[in-house]
Structures are given as structure tokens and as C-alpha cells.
T-cell receptor
Framework: DADVTQTPRNRITKTGKRIMLECSQT?????MYWYRQDPGLGLRLIYYSFDVKDINKGEISDGYSVSRQAQAKFSLSLESAIPNQTALYFC??????????????FGPGTRLTVL | AQSVSQHNHHVILSEAASLELGCNYSYGGTVNLFWYVQYPGQHLQLLLKYFSGDPLVKGIKGFEAEFIKSKFSFNLRKPSVQWSDTAEYFC?????????????FGSGTRLQVQP
């Protein structure tokens, strides 16, 4: 979805380095999510945020941190990258529907390789 | 917590063959159900979704899915596949009766359509 952008699209880094992945959206959605995709495992939730002041851990938050700088921006940081964090990372957004019929829209992904 | 199972990990079909991809979820409450598609090198795109009402939902590109509540299933179907349907397909679910709303994904099914 072109309304959800991620930078960088590809990144190769070394073990121990700090990395930040950024996500921006122009959809005006309150909710933003970070997932990682590994072959054979589907997508797994790292963190999610319902608004600027509300950040929650997902299933696999260890080794990651996030920052919600504004409604439109949600960054994912790897404080000290390790090789098993090599994966494809997706940002997603959704609006808050009062009847719980939220639909998530995904960014293009960031392919991260940790050597 | 909910979980999603996609039993077919890799499916190979010839063009014009019919397709059915299985998806089962485990959750006792009310759920929203989704199928996303990921074409090679691209981000996830929404194929179709089910919130309530008619259990047979139609999506883009001739895909449809049927929600069978008694079987906790949401199988994806297409009567006649095309080479351009080669992609990875993900079933996902979120619970409507919790505030979490993040998606739980299946591990994906890789579809290869041979011309």
C-alpha cells in the first residue's frame, strides 16, 4: 500500500550495531504495528501502538524497541543486532473501528541482514 | 490467545486448475478473518476479509473464501488459477472481543502455478 512507506528497503549490518527501521503513513490511522516475517513462520507481531502514548509488546519483542514519534510515524530499533534478527520486517496500520472491523494495511517491507 | 494453521505449505498447480487453500484457527470468541497475498518481491496485499454476515466472501482477482464456524475454518478458493497467481498466501485472524486487534498469521502457503 503506497500510503504506508518504510525506510530503508534493504539493510545489511553487522552484529552489535544499532539499527533503526522507520515507518510512515498518510492514511491517518491511529494504530500501527511492526511484524517480522521468517520463512515458514508467517508474520509475527513485535510491537503495536494504538496512539502516540500507547505502546504494547507483541509476541517477540525481546531485542527490539519502538518509538511512536507522531501519529504518522512508528520506528523500530534493534539496539544490538544479532544474526537471528535477519528477516523481512513489515509495518502495518489500521484505523479504529467501533465495531472492531479493523483492516490492516502493510508497507513494502524492509529486508534486514545481520552478519 | 488465537492461533492459525495453514496445512498446505507448498502447492503446485497447472493453469486452469482449481485451488483450495486450507486455514483453521483456534479461538473461542468472535473473530475477523483475512487472506493476504504476497507476490514475489512485494508487500502483503489484502485479498478478502470476513467480519460478519454471508459466510461466503468474494475478494479481488476471482478469489473467494468460506467461513465455516463449526469447523473454525476459512478456506480460500479460486475456480481456475492463472500463472500470475503464483505467490504466497497468508491467512490471518484477530479477535473482536479483545482490544488487541493485532493479527495472528498462519505460516503461509506458497502457490506455484505452472503454465
Amino acid at each position: 500500500d503506497a500510503d504506508v512507506t518504510q525506510t530503508p528497503r534493504n539493510r545489511i549490518t553487522k552484529t552489535g550495531k544499532r539499527i533503526m527501521l522507520e515507518c510512515s503513513q498518510t492514511k491517518g490511522h491511529d494504530r500501527m504495528y511492526w511484524y517480522r516475517q521468517d520463512p515458514g513462520l508467517g508474520l509475527r507481531l513485535i510491537y503495536y501502538s494504538f496512539d502516540v502514548k500507547d505502546i504494547n509488546k507483541g509476541e517477540i519483542s525481546d531485542g527490539y524497541s519502538v518509538s511512536r514519534q507522531a501519529q504518522a510515524k512508528f520506528s523500530l530499533s534493534l539496539e544490538s543486532a544479532i544474526p537471528n534478527q535477519t528477516a523481512l520486517y513489515f509495518c502495518a496500520t489500521s484505523d479504529l473501528m467501533p465495531d472492531a472491523t479493523d483492516t490492516q494495511y502493510f508497507g513494502p517491507g524492509t529486508r534486514l541482514t545481520v552478519l | 490467545a488465537q492461533s492459525v494453521s495453514q496445512h498446505n505449505h507448498h502447492v503446485i498447480l497447472s493453469e486452469a486448475a482449481s485451488l483450495e487453500l486450507g486455514c483453521n484457527y483456534s479461538y473461542g470468541g468472535t473473530v475477523n478473518l483475512f487472506w493476504y497475498v504476497q507476490y514475489p518481491g512485494q508487500h502483503l496485499q489484502l485479498l478478502l476479509k470476513y467480519f460478519s454476515g454471508d459466510p461466503l466472501v468474494k475478494g479481488i482477482k476471482g478469489f473467494e473464501a468460506e467461513f465455516i464456524k463449526s469447523k473454525f475454518s476459512f478456506n480460500l478458493r479460486k475456480p481456475s488459477v492463472q500463472w500470475s497467481d503464483t505467490a504466497e498466501y497468508f491467512c490471518a485472524v484477530n479477535a473482536r472481543d479483545t482490544g488487541r486487534r493485532a493479527l495472528t498469521f498462519g505460516s503461509g502457503t506458497r502457490l506455484q502455478v505452472q503454465p
